[in-house]
């Protein structure tokens, strides 16, 4: 059994390492993909504060010309399909590179999934081959929830979930790592 994280750390920086070692924690030794998608959405959401929806976008390999599937995920139901370059989470898998959102309503092209969402931030996940597995996705009901801060903790979550990724076979990696 794995208890929910509770975080401890007065600053965000100490809450994001804790964090992650909660979430090397709950993926050590699982392979699969939706497993480890599904228990790591489930484990953010529940730990940190202010969020009304986190969860994945893979890419759906069948479609021409690029488009993100929606994979685990907590909160509301969500938009299903995302064409590349298309809001927040098809720009993130577009550029390949982390979507800080402080108004989603100034977004070009934002996509409503719940009314609620004020803020959002995108971190895409690229294998180490190059390509793209999907997107990590999280919204807030408050504006400028996300900071600078949150853009490095979420790209460090990212890292650990590539590195059980690697195991299933779908090496996902934080767009900030370029190794």
């Not at 924690?25 to 929806?53: D, K, M, Q, R």
């Not at 807030?140 to 996300?146: I, K």
Request: aromatic fraction near 8%; glycine fraction near 10%.
């Amino acid at each position: 059994m794995f208890e929910s994280a509770i975080l401890s750390a007065a600053d965000k920086a100490g809450q994001y390492a804790e964090l992650a070692a909660h979430a090397r924690g709950l993926l050590h030794g699982e392979a699969n993909l939706i497993a480890n998608a599904a228990n790591f959405a489930a484990l953010v959401y529940h730990a940190l504060p202010g969020l009304n929806w986190c969860g994945f976008y893979f890419v759906d390999e069948a479609v021409q010309g690029g488009e993100l599937v929606l994979g685990p995920f907590q909160g509301q139901p969500a938009c299903v399909r995302i064409a590349f370059g298309r809001g927040v989470c098809g720009t993130a898998a577009a550029t390949r590179t982390t979507q800080l959102v402080p108004d989603v309503h100034a977004f070009p092209g934002h996509i409503a999934c719940d009314a609620a969402s004020r803020s959002e931030i995108v971190v895409p996940l690229v294998r180490a081959d190059g390509t793209l597995l999907g997107v990590w996705d999280v919204d807030s009901p408050e504006p400028a929830r996300f900071d600078e801060d949150d853009r490095a903790g979420m790209q460090a979550l990212c890292a650990v979930f590539s590195s059980a990724c690697a195991r299933a076979g779908a090496q996902a990696a934080p767009e900030h790592r370029m190794t």
